[in-house]
């Protein structure tokens, strides 16, 4: 599922998980439930590794 939003804008954000397919699967709350706190810090970990 993350593989689509990162080939169409080259990142992840927090937003994409409020969309399609996410939403399907629980969407923000449910990574919120998961990750918490340290979502931002995941992300943006992720990111800065798909750059590099």
Same mark, same amino acid.
């Given at each position: 599922? *993350?593989? #689509?939003? *990162?080939?169409?804008? =080259?990142?992840?954000? @927090? &937003? #994409? ?5 996410? &939403? !399907?699967? $629980? $969407?923000?709350?449910?990574? =919120?439930?998961?990750? $918490?706190?340290?979502?931002? !810090?995941? @992300? &943006?970990?992720?990111?800065? &590794?798909?750059?590099?």
């Amino acid at each position: 599922m *993350i593989r #689509d939003p *990162i080939a169409a804008n =080259l990142r992840l954000n @927090i &937003e #994409d998980f409020s969309c399609a397919p996410f &939403e !399907q699967e $629980g $969407g923000l709350g449910k990574v =919120l439930q998961l990750f $918490g706190a340290e979502l931002p !810090q995941v @992300i &943006e970990t992720l990111n800065r &590794e798909l750059a590099a």
